[in-house]
């Protein structure tokens, strides 16, 4: 079992070693179902690996991908469009 939790890397890893999740394990904590990540995989948006019939994701590669959709402030203003004659308009019927 200790063999086990050393590949899933839940005990202790070295320096070096690779943090292997399953898809599953990605999709969770991604927040995502398995179907969307198997999108991002075949849409080459997150690298994944095929061990026979088996596919892995690596951790470190989940967390760069995470940070690689990382919102920037100001580039949401298309969703929430504020027009000072809709303000206006909207006042007025309130009235």
């Excluded at 991604?30 to 690996?49: C, K, N, V």
């Excluded at 969703?79 to 308009?89: M, R």
Aim: negative net charge.
């Amino acid at each position: 079992m200790a063999e086990q939790d050393d590949l899933r890397g839940g005990t202790e890893r070295g320096a070096g070693e690779i943090r292997w999740l399953s898809t599953a394990e990605a999709a969770t904590r991604l927040g995502i179902t398995s179907r969307t990540l198997y999108r991002f995989i075949d849409e080459g948006q997150l690298p994944a690996y095929r061990f026979g019939r088996v596919i892995r994701l690596k951790a470190n590669e989940v967390d760069d991908f995470i940070e690689s959709c990382r919102i920037e402030p100001g580039t949401l203003e298309h969703l929430y469009p504020e027009s000072t004659s809709e303000t206006s308009a909207t006042d007025a019927r309130a009235r």
